[in-house]
């Protein structure tokens, strides 16, 4: 059985810093894109940061550039999102997802077939 499980989420003031993790089981994150997403209240789920499975290459939302790093570990099957300077716009309820986009489509939710539950991240002012 496919699952992924969030982890590390939770309240921090603006500036601090927060590590999400996402633990895969039921098959190898190195035969696929992973992926971090992120759906505030009212808006859509849009693409934080991803990162393939072939060459590496990874995705950033424009807004998180600089501030947000994308790991895999893939001896633990285990993909990491490490978040500084955080901001308030960054709260939002942060899914971990598995997929097999196109290079050009690396950050589209669409692309992504396996979700986990989410974990919450709120951003005090």
């Known amino acids: 059985e496919v699952q992924l499980v969030e982890s590390g989420g939770g309240l921090v003031q603006a500036g601090g810093s927060l590590k999400l993790s996402c633990a895969a089981s039921g098959f190898r994150i190195d035969d696929f894109a992973m992926g971090w997403f992120r759906q505030a209240p009212g808006k859509e789920r849009e693409g934080v940061s991803c990162?393939?499975?072939?060459?590496?290459?990874?995705y950033y939302a424009d807004s998180v550039k600089g501030r947000f790093t994308i790991s895999r570990d893939n001896a633990k099957n285990t993909v990491n999102l490490q978040m500084n300077n955080l901001k308030p716009e960054d709260t939002a309820e942060y899914y971990c997802?598995?997929?097999?986009?196109?290079?050009?489509?690396?950050?589209?939710?669409?692309?992504?077939?396996?979700w986990g539950q989410g974990t919450q991240v709120t951003v005090s002012s």
């Open positions: 997802a598995a997929g097999t986009p196109s290079p050009y489509r690396l950050g589209s939710p669409s692309r992504y077939d396996f």
């Open positions: 990162i393939s499975w072939s060459d590496g290459s990874t």
